[in-house]
């Protein structure tokens, strides 16, 4: 078979490998770097959501494309740059925000991590849970209505600026002087952070979902509006009634008790333990078996 390997080898001879030199190499990982950073930031951003309807929009343009549907791609090549500068107008809050962060992290310690052992992950602890909870029935008994949002992944930044700055660690004697009757906080929502109450006087969007009781109130649609465009939890105490609602994945559930309110918050609470440090702990279990050696 002299003929297929003389092919074989003058193709092979025709490839030219390219070279790659350590400037190759360090690109290759500052793209890595990036690519992994930006995809973790747009994953606990409301751009998340946005990303997803354009890459539906994206297959439906490359269906277009194999069908040739020239129509349609005519349309889109001429609107192309409008587009493009809608696109940008749409994530120009996290956009800015992921340039504050920038300017905010620590790198070198985001990239080598030199913690040591197992780590308790949690939104926030048990006693915010308390305190949460006690909060919520001792306005309930007086008829004190509240609105109380939990950041879960998804950041409330945009919704943080419309209010007041706190930053306050968070107590249910805080909370109740918040929402008391002509306080001059108490007028809008409160968004919680880990254990810190971040802001009041916050403004939410209202839910449009015709479904909703008409006897519920501006309050409980704020809370099942804030709940459709983000992951977060939200907590609403009427004025009228007393009564304790959850508002969650754009659905409320009316007339919790403490025990169910509980089950919620554990559940946001998402505590769990992970392992820390691995390159530290790697170096430490090296140099125990080297000491042990000797």
């Not at 602890?125 to 879960?152: P, S």
């Not at 609602?245 to 659905?251: H, L, T, Y």
């Not at 559940?267 to 000797?294: D, F, M, P, S, Y």
């Amino acid at each position: 078979m002299p003929g297929i390997e003389d092919l074989v080898v003058r193709y092979l001879s025709k490839i030219s490998f390219p070279h790659i030199g350590v400037i190759d190499v360090l690109e290759i990982a500052l793209i890595s770097v990036f690519v992994y950073q930006f995809v973790v930031w747009i994953k606990y951003t409301r751009a998340y959501t946005l990303l997803k309807g354009i890459l539906i929009v994206l297959v439906f343009l490359l269906i277009a494309y194999i069908l040739k549907m020239n129509t349609i791609l005519w349309i889109v090549a001429n609107l192309a740059q409008v587009m493009i500068i809608g696109v940008v107008i749409i994530f120009q809050p996290e956009l800015r925000r992921a340039l504050e962060q920038l300017g905010q992290k620590n790198i070198v310690a985001a990239i080598i991590p030199f913690d040591t052992g197992k780590e308790v992950k949690e939104r926030f602890t048990d006693k915010t849970i308390n305190e949460l909870i006690k909060a919520c029935f001792d306005m309930g008994e007086v008829r004190t209505g509240a609105l109380i949002v939990i950041e879960q992944d998804i950041m409330l930044g945009d919704y943080e600026r419309t209010g007041i700055t706190l930053d306050a660690v968070l107590t249910s004697q805080l909370l109740i002087n918040i929402f008391e009757h002509n306080t001059p906080l108490h007028d809008g929502a409160v968004i919680v952070r880990g254990n810190r109450i971040v802001s009041a006087t916050c403004y939410l969007p209202l839910s449009d979902n015709m479904e909703l009781s008409k006897q519920l109130g501006t309050r409980h649609r704020a809370g099942v509006g804030i709940s459709e465009v983000t992951d977060s939890v939200t907590i609403i105490v009427s004025e009228e009634t007393g009564q304790v609602s959850v508002a969650k994945d754009g659905r409320l559930l009316r007339n919790v008790d403490s025990t169910r309110l509980r089950e919620i918050l554990v559940e946001t609470q998402n505590k769990k333990i992970v392992e820390n440090g691995k390159l530290r702990n790697l170096l430490k279990g090296r140099v125990k078996h080297e000491e042990k050696a000797h």
